[in-house]
């Protein structure tokens, strides 16, 4: 069973501090990966997409790839108030498909 | 530069009764993915449509069918529709089938009462 690992929360921070999110996966043959943001009610939005190890910055984003360790993370710097919403990990299956992890609700309190 | 859409935007139902979902991908994207997201959970594969064919499908029973047009839209029909169905579907396309980078449409919310 391929899965995607993330902690539930809620995560909560104040506002202007840097939101840290993880999530792990189980299949090796994985080779994209990406993060979504989805408000309450709202659909999945697609924020940051890595492929290589290492870091990708996007603004006030940072996604970050670990291949050996098996481990995806979201950092967001400078968090606002409009960035709590439930942040969705995904990893690409080795056909087209898209594994999610359950999400992590984030919380960014002014 | 047109996104994806879906409809209706809510639907409501009863037991047994069969539903038909759509989806238009973005524009330049010929691939069309369906996903059912219970409340609390993250987005579950049904399948994939590209040229008008089923290319991969997810953990879920026949009841569960689709089909895509020449245009690239796509079509979700779910017959004996069952409380646990009950959820949003989700379209999302992609260009090709050398990508896992998908966009999602707004949704379809289902309720089966």
């Known amino acids: 069973q391929k899965e995607v690992e993330q902690n539930s929360g809620p995560l909560s921070v104040p506002e202007g501090a840097i939101a840290s999110l993880n999530c792990t996966y189980s299949d090796r043959g994985s080779q994209s990966f990406f993060w979504y943001r989805q408000y309450s009610g709202k659909s999945p939005e697609l924020i940051m997409s890595?492929?290589?190890?290492g870091d990708k910055e996007d603004g006030r984003f940072t996604a970050q790839l670990n291949k050996a360790s098996q481990y995806v993370s979201l950092l967001i710097r400078d968090s606002q108030p409009s960035d709590s919403a439930t942040y969705l990990c995904a990893a690409g299956g080795s056909q087209g498909n898209l594994i999610f992890g359950k999400g992590t609700k984030l919380s960014v309190k002014p | 530069d047109a996104g994806v859409t879906q409809s209706p935007t809510h639907l409501i139902k009863t037991r047994g009764q069969q539903v038909t979902l759509r989806c238009s991908p973005k524009?330049?994207?010929?691939?069309v993915s369906w996903y059912q997201q219970a409340l609390g959970q993250g987005p579950q594969f049904i399948f994939q449509?590209?040229?008008?064919?089923?290319?991969q499908r997810g953990n879920f029973p026949d009841r569960f069918s689709g089909h895509q047009f020449p245009n690239y839209s796509s079509e979700l029909n779910v017959n004996a529709l069952l409380l646990g169905d009950s959820a949003l579907y989700l379209c999302a396309s992609s260009l090709g089938l050398a990508t896992n980078e998908q966009f999602f449409g707004p949704g379809t919310r289902l309720t089966v009462l």
């Open positions: 524009s330049g994207h010929d691939t």
């Open positions: 449509y590209y040229e008008e064919e089923e290319r």
């Open positions: 890595i492929y290589s190890n």
